[in-house]
């Protein structure tokens, strides 16, 4: 009987010591690169993306666009947003645009396909300098 609890003892022992030298080498991975660890979590936050309009010729009506994309990496979901006077704004043009970008976005990020995540918006309002404005928004979400 006092052979069976020494050697349960000495097996605790041992593993309570690979437990801790397992932590230990986590932690010293983790301080030896902190890049690698912010990256991982930069992945998770949303990012903003403005797109430069070289997509004029889909919208020739419309002029001072402003189109975004706030993209989400860790799910993959995209917002377009397309926005311009009201009085140049012409909703099929915007839905072209939309399907453009996203077609260039999908691949320079090795995207295969995308399902629309909610029906599409627009919104109408005045800015700050009182000029009424359009903005059309789109939601969909990548996959590989």
Request: charged content about 25%.
């Amino acid at each position: 009987m006092k052979k069976i609890f020494i050697l349960a003892t000495a097996i605790m022992l041992a593993a309570g010591t690979a437990f801790a030298q397992q932590e230990e080498s986590l932690e010293t991975q983790m301080a030896l690169d902190p890049l690698e660890a912010a990256n991982s979590y930069a992945d998770t936050k949303t990012k903003i993306l403005p797109i430069e309009d070289k997509y004029s010729s889909l919208h020739p009506k419309a002029k001072n666009v402003t189109i975004q994309l706030e993209f989400t990496p860790l799910t993959g979901e995209v917002i377009f947003t397309y926005t311009c006077m009201q009085s140049s704004f012409d909703l099929g043009e915007a839905m072209n645009v939309a399907i453009a970008v996203y077609e260039d976005f999908a691949a320079e990020n090795q995207f295969k396909h995308y399902t629309y995540a909610q029906k599409d918006k627009k919104k109408y309002f005045k800015d700050d300098k009182g000029v009424r404005m359009a903005t059309y928004t789109s939601k969909v979400i990548f996959t590989k």
